[in-house]
């Protein structure tokens, strides 16, 4: 859509630089004289003839046919800043509630789509209500099925909101000095709708995905009596321990692209441009994430400054832990938390929320948990497949229909039924098959044991469930060297994009085939298994390893290897899946928060957990870990020589590093698995 916009542009700019030649010619040729611009604007008015424009001092658009309302308000906030906000009314509602989302991703966007799905700015809009919604953060059917009144923000500080924008705006605090943040926005938004909206029934629900799905969080604090409900979809939650900006330290350096194009301007009109077709390349050609913003100019943001001066998990970080503040909060709002099992963004969030709050959930009727098979927000779209994966049915639809559409009909829609919608709704993949269970991590429904159970590393690069023998070798090594680090998919390696063609999305399913024949990757193997192996719950990786260097970074995954031949789907012979899988920076095996060297060469104990997997590693496949110490460029390089800050890491300090994980009786790392057993 900007491209073709710019291309307009550049072509109009060049027609009227050769306009400008042709005129210069034909009057040096004898032509009309050439009249300076000076002389040719005080010319009198009378010498030309006058042409009225075509276009009115006013144009009032005509929606008589329109099946909907489209109300444009700023609404004011407590401190005086009015929050640019969209109000689509069904045509004829009477007694509607309300949907809202808040976003700093453009009301206006969200609230116009292009139903024919071009890319020309000048796209028609429609006179309906479903096609203008059928796009991000928008769960179309349910909208419009179920007559409600969509309300869609910018948050202040973006797009045609008032006021100063902040990252994830922490709630007034320690990190917040103002009297406003999310939740007093929120709670006057509400306020201001459900008195200024006529035909709303004066319930209030909220709901969105990411950044959307962090703002209804923050309206759980201090909730607004007339909110009902709310639908924390993919939410950002901690940034450091395991959703955008880090995961246990490790930087997740490209979302740079993403802190750039956010905080340079209002309405994320300065983009991030590539320098490098793969980029791998754009990366290492700038040596450390810190290097690549300083040559782009991206110290002038104030976020990216915060990043610079916060790389451990101190106050800062865990001052916004939303998963903590709403531990501390009393639970007054029902609340749907929708996680996606292959979240390449936000798969932290959800998970650490719903173990926040459920424990006050002392009747069991407030907080809910959907897991589905999905990429980030993928529940809104098709489901039937991620990448090369298929399931037995479109997953994002059912979870439309069953599950979001009756949960949210209950709490706001005046006269209806209870909704059949259990405690947590859980896909298992494997089995591709949806469970209705009480409470996560449960495993089944009944009858069966939930237990962390060891899968143990061994010698020759096998996995059991038995502990190590005696005399077995002790441990296994590799070269970590930072100059050729492990790309974290096949490269040519696209940026961060959502649009045709790019498959960020799809990077958590990619075929890990390639990894696993690197001399620097580790890859432990269990035989095939005759009975099926389930899983359900956070596995945690327990290293026994050791590096010559004095930093490093450990990256485990955990793979579903599929049979050599696979009937009725020949392209999935031999797939690596990755069920589960995350990075720890070594330099925090102490302490989160305090950044220490590593002792080299000395054998150390390294535990942290993976993600959420729901999982049965069927009959015929085999159970496979992959071990490596880096992960590029989706994080940055760990030099694995200790220095104050990794983001300003010089090109002398990145070395060459043996690294060895251990597994002989005395010193055996394993994979903790959350292993369900039925009678």
């Known amino acids: 859509m900007e491209k073709s916009g710019r291309v307009r ?3 109009s700019g060049k027609r009227m630089f050769l306009v400008g030649i042709a005129g210069c010619l034909f009057a040096a040729l004898g032509g009309l004289p050439l009249v300076p611009a000076a002389a040719a604007q005080n010319a009198s008015t009378s010498q030309y003839p006058s042409y009225p424009s075509e276009t009115p001092n006013q144009f009032e658009p005509r929606a008589d046919t329109f099946d909907y309302v489209r109300h444009e308000v700023m609404i004011p906030m407590r401190d005086g800043v009015k929050l640019h906000t969209v109000i689509l009314v069904p045509t004829g509602a009477k007694g509607a509630p309300i949907l809202l989302t808040r976003t700093p991703y453009s009301a206006d966007e969200l609230t116009s789509h292009d139903p024919r799905g071009g890319e020309e700015t000048n796209a028609p809009s429609s006179s309906h209500l479903g096609p203008i919604l059928n796009g991000y953060d ?13 309300v869609v923000q910018d948050v202040r500080g973006k797009y045609g909101s008032e006021g100063d924008y902040v990252m994830n705006r922490p709630l007034h605090g320690p990190q917040n000095p103002t009297p406003v943040d999310h939740s007093t926005d929120t709670y006057d938004t509400i306020d201001w709708l459900v008195k200024n909206v006529p035909e709303s029934n004066g319930k209030v629900g909220i709901l ?3 950044y959307d799905g962090f703002l209804p969080l923050m309206a759980l604090v201090n909730p607004h009596p007339a909110l009902k409900v709310a639908v924390p979809m993919n939410p950002m939650v901690d940034g450091w321990m395991g959703d955008d900006w880090f995961h246990y330290g490790a930087f997740r350096q490209q979302n740079m692209s993403y802190i750039y194009e956010q905080e340079a301007t209002r309405k994320n009109d300065a983009k991030w441009w590539s320098s490098n077709f793969d980029d791998y390349d754009m990366f290492m050609q700038a040596g450390s994430a810190g290097e690549l913003g300083r040559i782009r100019g991206l110290e002038q943001v104030g976020f990216w400054r915060k990043i610079l001066e916060h790389p451990t998990y101190d106050a800062f970080w865990r001052d916004q832990a939303v998963d903590q503040i709403l531990g501390a909060q009393p639970l007054k709002v029902p609340v749907m938390l929708v996680h996606s099992l292959w979240d390449q963004e ?12 459920k424990p006050k959930d002392t009747n069991n009727d407030k907080v809910f948990l959907v897991m589905g098979p999905w990429h980030h927000g993928q529940e809104i779209e098709d489901g039937s497949t991620l990448g090369a994966v298929k399931f037995n049915s479109d997953t994002g639809l059912y979870f439309r229909q069953n599950i979001l559409r009756p949960f949210l009909d209950q709490y706001l829609k005046d006269g209806s039924p209870k909704a059949d919608v259990p405690p947590v709704t859980a896909f298992e993949t494997g089995t591709d098959t949806w469970q209705r269970l009480s409470a996560w991590p449960a495993g089944c429904a009944s009858g069966c044991t939930l237990r962390p159970t060891p899968l143990y590393l061994t010698a020759g690069l096998k996995l059991g469930f038995t502990v190590p023998k005696s005399g077995d070798a002790e ?9 050729k680090p492990v790309p974290f998919r096949a490269r040519p390696i696209q940026p961060v994009g959502y649009t045709t063609g790019y498959t960020w999305a799809q990077w958590l399913v990619d075929d890990q085939r390639e990894a696993s024949g690197r001399p620097d990757v580790l890859a432990f193997v269990s035989d095939t298994l005759r009975a099926p192996v389930k899983i359900s719950g956070q596995p945690a990786a327990n290293l026994i390893a050791s590096t010559s260097g004095t930093d490093s970074d450990w990256v485990v995954k955990v793979i579903d290897v599929y049979p050599d031949e ?6 999935m012979g031999g797939y690596q899946l990755m069920v589960s899988a995350d990075v720890f920076r070594g330099r925090y095996r102490e302490s989160l928060e305090t950044a220490k060297p590593i002792a080299a060469g000395k054998p150390l104990l390294y ?11 069927l009959p015929g496949h085999k159970i496979m870990v992959q071990i490596q110490s880096s992960w590029f460029p989706l994080y940055d390089r760990n030099p694995q020589t200790f220095v104050p800050s990794i983001f300003w890491a010089k090109p002398g300090d990145y070395r060459k590093a043996v690294q060895r994980v251990y597994h002989s ?10 292993l369900v057993t039925t009678p």
Do not use: C, M, W
Request: cysteine-free.
């Open 475 to 483: 441990f296994d090594e590799y070269t970590s060297d930072p100059a």
């Open 9 to 11: 542009t550049y072509v």
């Open 208 to 210: 969105g995905i990411s």
């Open 607 to 617: 535990r942290f957990a993976l993600p959420t997997a729901n999982h049965v590693f």
């Open 665 to 674: 009786s005395d010193e055996a790392s394993f994979i903790e698995l959350p």
């Open 346 to 357: 936000d798969i932290y969030g959800a998970i650490a929320v719903y173990k926040a709050i």
């Open 138 to 150: 928008n769960a179309t059917e349910v909208i419009v099925e179920g007559g409600y009144i969509r």
């Open 566 to 571: 696979v009937a009725g789907q020949a392209a």
